[in-house]
Structure formats: C-alpha cells, structure tokens
C-alpha cells in the first residue's frame, strides 16, 4: 500500500513539475511578456484585405510614435479560411513586437498571465 502511495505522489509531482517548466516555456518562446505595458490582442477571421494595412499602421504607432508603452501585438486567428493568419506571420517575421498565434495559444497565455509576477 505504501508502495502505491509513493508512486501516486511522485507521479503527481513530475506532473506538476512538467507543468510548470511547460508553462514557462510557453509563455517565454511565444510571448516574451513584461509586467510593465499594454499589449494589444487583434482577434480576426478573414480579414486578408484589411490586415496587413491595419498592423502596418498600428506597428507604424509602436515603432515610431509616441505609444512607447505599447509592448506587442498578438494577432489571434480565427481559424480564417483565406490568407489572413499567412500575411500577419509574414509581418511577424519583419517585426519583433507582431506575434501571430491561434485563438487557443492566445487563450493559454491569457488563462497564464495571472502567473506572471512583477
């Protein structure tokens, strides 16, 4: 019976551990988020028209204007079914601070962000 014991609590222990170092990860390779600065979360389905001069302009506003507390830009997709989450990566691979993800990896940073400590 201790035997069990032991091997159910080292089992939830990994778990956790794993979960933790998982959780890390995440949060450090996808959104390399501060405590400090707004960031700003673009939800979009079909918009290929549209979103390439909608984040050109609002990068434009980080990057050179005055909006120095503007950190990012996560642009959640939709699950579109035109070319929109294709020319927002392609944006993403120009500028640091454009982050392109799908709705469920921006639900996990967002359920995460209580995590993050200051």
Do not use: H
Not at 8 to 36: R, V
């Amino acid at each position: 019976m201790e035997f069990l014991l032991n091997t159910i609590f080292w089992t939830l222990a990994l778990y956790g551990l794993f979960e933790i170092i998982k959780t890390i990860i995440y949060i450090s390779t996808y959104t390399k988020m501060q405590p400090d600065g707004i960031y700003i979360i673009i939800a979009v389905k079909n918009q290929e028209e549209k979103i390439e001069g909608f984040l050109r302009s609002t990068l434009f506003k980080i990057l050179y204007g005055k909006e120095e507390y503007l950190k990012n830009i996560i642009v959640a997709d939709l699950k579109s079914t035109d070319k929109t989450k294709e020319i927002a990566k392609k944006l993403s691979n120009d500028y640091e601070c454009l982050k392109v993800l799908n709705w469920r990896e921006c639900k996990d940073i967002m359920d995460n962000i209580n995590d993050i400590k200051e």
